[in-house]
């Protein structure tokens, strides 16, 4: 008998690779989605066998009947407070009412449980959450994969390709966590499928330095790059308060600050990882920042 699984956020990027993950390995697949979600892509989930449920989020009367007889459902909903605190609450509740086993809620980042309120905003929405989430009854599972390691060539200033030249912050040989979304929904799909998990498990693509990254992309490339050492973590602290203020775009999921408290996590080690869960399901082949990178360079990894 199929394993039924539904998937919260399944409109979006990772939410669609977890959703392939799950019909790949047999499953049966549901998905709520916001009534005014976009119709290509709902029809594009529906070609594809899964069934899907339009629904208020916020309200878990609408949501519960899409879960009944799910063994595990799985949020990969992004968004701030209204959606990680405020959906989630109510996905959960629905969960529970439908008496649902499992939950996996929408973490996919740095261990947030070893810093503190006010470090990082998104991550403060995450822990804001679990304090919901463990006075709850049910088997809850976080996936840590530190950062998308997709961002190195997007939106993270890490790698400046026309410049040839490598950025970071603090520590050139401190070694930073990046796991590909791709990795990530494919194990996030394995645990789903699981009877039962640890509360938290951990997974990193690559654990890889600034000197790492020049390393690789001057081989990737052929071209030599150089480091470039913006400052330490107290100048990239005052820079995000003055970044802040200047510039708060508070209504925005990622605005320039919210990307720097980031970095100042990944650089920090408390961030550092000394156990992983990566051999935990057979078969998975994990892209290593290197392997990202050559098939960025050669078109093969671009969307």
Known sequence: MKKVILVAGGTGNLGQRIISYLLKKGAEVRAVVRAGSDSIKIKNLTNAGVKVFKVNMLNKEEVAPACIGASCVVSALAGLGEVIIDT???LLDAAIASKVPRFIPSDYSLDFTK???GENRNLDLRRKFHEYLDKSSISATTIFNGAFADMLTGRMPLILFKKNLVLYWGNADHKMIFTTIDNTAEFTANAALEPSTPRFLYIAGDQISAQEIKAAVSEVTGKKFSLFRAGGPV????????ARIIAPAEKELY???QGMQYMRNMIDKRS???TLDNNRYAGMHW???KELLFKYQTGSGRN
Do not use: E, R
């Open 287 to 289: 892209t290593s920042v």
């Open 255 to 257: 605005p320039v600050w």
């Open 235 to 242: 100048l990239l602290s005052m820079i995000i308060k003055i």
């Open 272 to 274: 550092d990882l000394s």
């Open 115 to 117: 810093f503190s309120y």
């Open 88 to 90: 989630q609450k109510s």
